[in-house]
């Protein structure tokens, strides 16, 4: 038990030095800094999805104007 909260306690200094170190404007820039590449990430992943979707979407239109409806009998 000694070990474990004595790992604890100097991972608890260490991110306390860490954040000493930094002034707020560094550790708000950061935070924004990582905001930004996962906004940018999450753009990229729409942008792949929308465009796949709609490639289905125009090559199903293409097939039912040449007459190979694949929707089924009502």
């Known amino acids: 038990m000694e070990k474990i909260s004595?790992?604890?306690?100097?991972?608890?200094?260490?991110?306390?030095?860490?954040f000493g170190r930094h002034t707020?404007?560094?550790i708000a820039f950061m935070v924004g800094s990582g905001v930004a590449v996962?906004?940018?990430c999450i753009n990229v992943a729409t942008f792949f999805i929308?465009?796949?979707?709609?490639?289905k979407t125009y090559?199903?239109?293409?097939?039912?104007?040449?007459g190979l409806n694949f929707e089924p009998d009502r």
């Open 6 to 18: 004595s790992l604890i306690n100097y991972l608890i200094g260490i991110v306390l030095m860490w």
């Open 24 to 26: 707020p404007q560094d």
């Open 38 to 40: 996962v906004t940018m």
């Open 50 to 55: 929308n465009w796949y979707y709609r490639r």
């Open 59 to 66: 090559e199903l239109q293409q097939r039912n104007v040449k």
